[in-house]
């Protein structure tokens, strides 16, 4: 098909991280389980992927940012910015207007990412719906493939996660699960002490109880602790509507001697545009001390 690269993934085939590799099948191939189109600009600069996954019901997208000028030879890190509804869902504000907005793939050097899901993202894998697959979906098709295409380091520093609401438990959970892949999130404004899957659209993504244990914050920081110790690696920053979340998760990680960052304030209107990112972003590039 043209105008398309297809790459299927084997289960033998892993990143040292643990990440599914994929080897790319020539054009033309029957069996290719991802299709990822070559990129078109749109309107507002970003270089637009589509994609047809295996893990996900329909077609997304990758959208990409880069820096104005590409040096030769340089790797840039990555900063992934999670989307917090289906589709191009601008209920809560328009994501990639607001990174283009604070220029923060030019102040910080950053090449910007802003995947798309066929449904709500929780960054969960359904236990039986295979067209709900959002975390392999992520791991395994997104990030090989914006370290395929564009001059990213392809380590755990180089791959940052931040969000709000929705995504920015997706910032800690996929972290959280992957600390051998990502090396920073930050979450603002984010449900992270939810213990069961009953609110918020939570249910059809994560499917039963036992699936959503797999992915709770909470007891992931448990799990994970002995694994963030040194320099912060989570960022948590600002509220409007779950200021007692964050409260929460940051008394968990003092408790549990994680480093991390935290701001308690100040409280913002809950959508991408109240002024929280570019705060977020420089303190996920930047801060190395609680």
């Known amino acids: ?15 040292s991280a643990g990440m599914a590799l994929g ?12 299709q990822v189109s070559e990129a078109k600009p749109d309107e507002q600069g970003f270089l637009v992927h589509t994609v047809r996954s295996e893990y996900q019901s329909g077609p997304t997208q990758i959208k990409v940012l880069l820096p104005d000028r590409l040096e030769e030879g340089r790797r840039y890190p990555v900063l992934y910015v ?8 601008t209920r809560w504000g328009d994501g990639p207007a607001e990174v283009k907005k604070h220029d923060l793939h030019n102040r910080h050097g950053l090449i910007c990412v802003l995947p798309t899901f066929s449904h709500l993202p929780w960054y969960a894998d359904h236990p039986t719906d295979p067209g709900i697959r959002q975390e392999s979906h992520f791991l395994r098709v997104v990030v090989p493939a914006v370290e395929r295409r564009y001059p990213a380091i392809a380590e755990p520093e180089g791959r940052l996660l931040l969000g ?22 930050a979450a603002w404004d984010a449900p992270l002490a939810e213990d069961r899957p009953a609110r918020f659209g939570m249910g059809p993504i994560f499917g039963t109880q036992e699936n959503f244990e797999r992915y709770r914050v909470s007891a992931l920081l448990a799990k994970q602790a002995d694994a963030l ?31 991390h960052v935290y701001r308690d304030g100040p409280q913002r209107d809950h959508q991408w545009h109240s002024g929280w990112l570019p705060e977020a972003v420089e303190l996920l590039m930047h801060a190395e001390t609680p």
């Open 82 to 89: 999670l989307p917090v509804e289906a589709g191009d869902g």
């Open 229 to 259: 110790g040194g320099k912060p690696r989570l960022v948590l920053t600002g509220y409007d509507n779950f200021r007692s979340h964050h409260a929460r998760t940051h008394e968990r990680l003092v408790a549990l001697g994680i480093p």
């Open 23 to 34: 080897a790319e099948e020539p054009a033309g191939s029957a069996h290719a389980a991802v």
């Open 1 to 15: 098909m043209s105008g398309w690269l297809r790459f299927g993934f084997a289960s033998g085939m892993l990143l």
């Open 164 to 185: 709000f609401s929705k995504s920015g438990w997706g910032a800690f959970s996929l972290l959280l699960r992957n600390p051998q892949i990502f090396g920073k999130a």
